[in-house]
């Protein structure tokens, strides 16, 4: 018998159909003996259409506290239905909300993080073999009012309730049946990958991959629970997201993931003396404008030297507006933007140990003509921008450079 948590996503409980099928899928894993937490999100579209009244009645004005309040109500809803589903089947189940956990938060609202879960009515509610149906993204702010997680929070949530209760495994089920080695959508020779390590996973995740979602991952990481990710419509083994010593021997290259959420911002005739990088830098900053791969180039006299960098493309505006505002008291001659470009990332743990992923991802986009605007490295993981023009181009022949082709 194990302790385990089910996490199912919005298109798992998109309507009654469904929710009856996740219910199925329940009581399959308690009649092998197994305790079972779920944890669920909002029925698909039910989150997006709450921000929609919101905003068309108080757009951007509105008390952050109220909002969560309303936008948490799509989780109570599917956490209700799949108890009534649970009972329906004669599978004892009962729902709970954030507050009722008590899972408590911290930070602002509409983005706050997890600060601790005092599990007891959870165990409780385990140990009497009933199942307890948890909404997601939510918890309860230490002014007791309802908080929420940000998009995403849910993964988050399940994390964090598997961490709390000293369950097994995680299983996020979800409408793709594992992690694959790039976007079946661009490669059709895209395969699942049967495991994957948390620092894998959480740099695919963060690179553009949108199967977890990135704090879930951390989290995962940070108190090692085990992850698998499975579908909820096809019964098929998916993929385990674990620490290196369940993996035997790690590919030097796991997979390709790409971001087209970036834009490039490129500075000419920057004054090249201390100083000018924080005076750049500093602005955006305050502006909570991230800012990720950064190239510099001095000019052979080493008078002035350029810049290019890259941001969110839903920055982009707000970033030149930012900088323009900047070329008198910084010294900037010209401000260029680019929102026509994509990151491509290379990762893998096995990188650590092997020579030459770098070079090879160079020559094999130097081969097909794809020029590389900016480099980016961390211990394991490498990626570039490049023009979007060439996305799919740069994924299919990395993904068949490191021979990640399914066979």
Not at 62 to 75: C, K, L, Q, S, W
Not at 94 to 110: A, D, N
Not at 174 to 200: H, L, Q
Not at 365 to 385: D, F, H, M, P, Y
Request: aromatic share 4%.
């Amino acid at each position: 018998m194990a302790l385990l948590v089910q996490k199912y996503g919005g298109t798992s409980v998109a309507d009654p159909d469904r929710i009856r099928n996740v219910a199925r899928l329940v009581k399959r894993a308690v009649d092998a003996g197994h305790q079972v937490a779920v944890v669920v999100s909002a029925m698909a579209g039910t989150t997006n259409q709450l921000v929609k009244w919101v905003d068309e009645l108080d757009d951007g004005h509105f008390d952050p506290a109220e909002y969560d309040t309303v936008v948490a109500a799509g989780e109570q809803i599917t956490s209700g239905l799949v108890a009534i589903a649970l009972n329906k089947l004669g599978v004892p189940a009962r729902s709970f909300q954030g507050w009722q956990i008590p899972l408590v938060t911290e930070g602002g609202h509409g983005k706050a993080r997890i600060g601790e879960i005092p599990a007891d009515s959870l165990k409780r509610t385990l140990q009497l073999g009933h199942v307890a149906v948890v909404s997601g993204f939510q918890g309860v702010s230490p002014e007791g009012r309802i908080a929420t997680l940000g998009r995403g929070g849910s993964d988050t949530s399940a994390v964090a309730i598997a961490a709390a209760i000293g369950a097994e495994r995680c299983d996020i089920y979800t409408d793709v049946d594992g992690v694959y080695t790039t976007d079946p959508r661009i490669s059709d020779k895209a395969r699942k990958i049967d495991r994957i390590t948390y620092e894998e996973m959480l740099e695919l995740a963060s690179l553009g991959a949108k199967v977890l979602q990135t704090r879930s991952v951390a989290l995962a990481m940070q108190y090692q629970v085990r992850v698998q990710v499975l579908s909820s419509f096809e019964d098929k083994p998916g993929t385990l997201v674990a620490g290196e010593d369940e993996i035997m021997e790690s590919n030097i290259v796991t997979g390709i993931a790409h971001s087209k959420d970036e834009a490039k911002i490129t500075l000419a005739g920057v004054k090249d003396q201390p100083g000018v990088a924080a005076a750049i830098f500093g602005p955006l900053s305050e502006a909570n404008i991230n800012v990720d791969m950064i190239v510099q180039s001095v000019s052979s006299d080493g008078a002035t030297t350029s810049m290019t960098f890259t941001v969110g493309k839903t920055d982009l505006v707000r970033a030149k507006s930012v900088l323009d505002g900047l070329k008198s008291t910084v010294g900037i001659e010209r401000v260029d933007a680019d929102g026509n470009v994509v990151k491509i990332s290379v990762v893998g743990v096995g990188m650590r140990s092997h020579a030459g992923v770098a070079h090879t991802m160079f020559q094999t986009l130097a081969a097909r003509g794809i020029n590389i605007q900016a480099i980016s490295t961390s211990e394991i993981k490498v990626s570039v921008l490049i023009a979007a023009d060439y996305m799919e181009l740069a994924i299919r022949s990395l993904h068949s450079a490191y021979g990640l082709d399914a066979t």
